[in-house]
């Protein structure tokens, strides 16, 4: 870690401001998914498409990096959509999704269900601006 980014965490210890930690409200969702079942298969945010190869950490990621993204998702030959929004409360961070008569579609409200009231009534988790910053620049090494 170079000179400036010691110094920069140094002043942020002493920061109140706080960020909202939206991957700990997102990764939950996509584990949920697989856990159904689901394959994650990309993410859209807003202006191109990113595969994500089922890897819950990578879409959480791409979702978090935006206000809003549409993440596609499989199973059994069906895909879907489900359209999220980082603005709203953790438990309706799912804005809207497609759906069809079948068992599949079924499963995902379920699924979409039980993350929206394991969720309900919940803040979004915060962390510090030292917390961001040193996951920030943990990343970059």
């Known amino acids: 870690m170079n000179e400036y980014m010691k110094a920069r965490l140094e002043r942020a210890k002493e920061s109140t401001t706080v ?19 689901f394959s994650l298969d990309r993410v859209w945010d807003s202006e191109e498409w990113h595969e994500v190869a089922n890897s819950k950490a990578e879409a959480a990621e791409a979702i ?16 879907f959509g489900i359209y999220i929004v980082l603005g709203n409360g953790p438990d309706e961070v799912v ?4 759906c069809s008569d079948s068992e ?6 379920k699924t979409i269900e039980g993350h929206s009231i394991a969720w309900e009534g919940r803040k979004c988790p915060t962390m510090t601006v030292y917390e961001y910053l040193s996951h920030r620049y943990e990343k970059m090494k």
């Open 64 to 79: 978090c990096a935006v206000d809003e993204a549409t993440i596609r998702i499989s199973k059994e030959g069906e895909t």
């Open 95 to 98: 804005c809207d999704h497609t």
């Open 19 to 37: 960020y909202l930690d939206w991957p700990k409200v997102i990764s939950p969702l996509m584990r949920r998914l697989q856990k159904a079942g």
């Open 104 to 109: 599949v579609s079924l499963l995902l409200e």
